[in-house]
């Protein structure tokens, strides 16, 4: 193994670590709103900063490890449902948008995938309580994607000016 894979693999491993450690920081907090699922998302940080510092690749990878860690760790099988739908959908079109702006604009990067998040989360959640009364949360939850994705895309954007560069 070379130095630069051994270097990538242990920056990949500490992101996963800080994402992880977010999560569960923010599960333990107490709700932003009275409407189930919004929720800041800060991890997502990490997840949006190694999609553009890294490859789509390596933030599934973290993304992934984030999910079944903090499953395993606080949450239950359902969890893992809506949080791999969520998270995949959001990470599909973070990709998207990243790659169709040249990695310029990841404030709206983050707020396409936080819509996308809550939007696969609703869905995943639909089809497995079967109530289409569910649906009725979709505005409320685009709007609160909107807001928190614009939050984390920003944080990612001072965050990434702060890191230094990686060779």
């Known amino acids: ?13 500490l992101y996963t670590a800080i994402s992880l450690s977010i999560f569960m920081i923010e599960a333990a907090l107490p709700a932003l709103a009275p409407i189930p699922g919004v929720k ?10 190694v999609l553009v510092r890294f490859s789509s690749k390596d933030a ?3 993304l992934s490890l984030r999910i079944i860690l903090a499953t395993l760790l606080a949450g239950q099988a359902v969890s893992f449902i809506y949080s791999v739908s969520g998270g995949l959908l959001c990470l599909i079109i973070m990709s998207a948008s990243n790659k169709l702006l040249g990695g310029k604009y990841i404030y709206l990067t983050s707020i396409l995938g936080a819509v996308a998040h809550n939007t696969g989360q609703i869905l995943a959640a639909f089809f497995v309580l079967r109530l289409s009364g569910i649906l009725v949360y979709i505005p409320y939850l685009i709007i609160s994607g909107i807001i928190t994705g614009l939050f984390t895309g920003l944080v990612c954007h001072f965050t990434l000016k702060k890191l230094p560069k990686i060779n």
């Open 1 to 13: 193994m070379s130095d630069s894979h051994t270097k990538k693999l242990t920056i990949l491993s």
């Open 60 to 62: 599934l990878i973290v």
């Open 40 to 49: 800041l998302g800060l991890a997502n940080i990490i997840t949006l900063l």
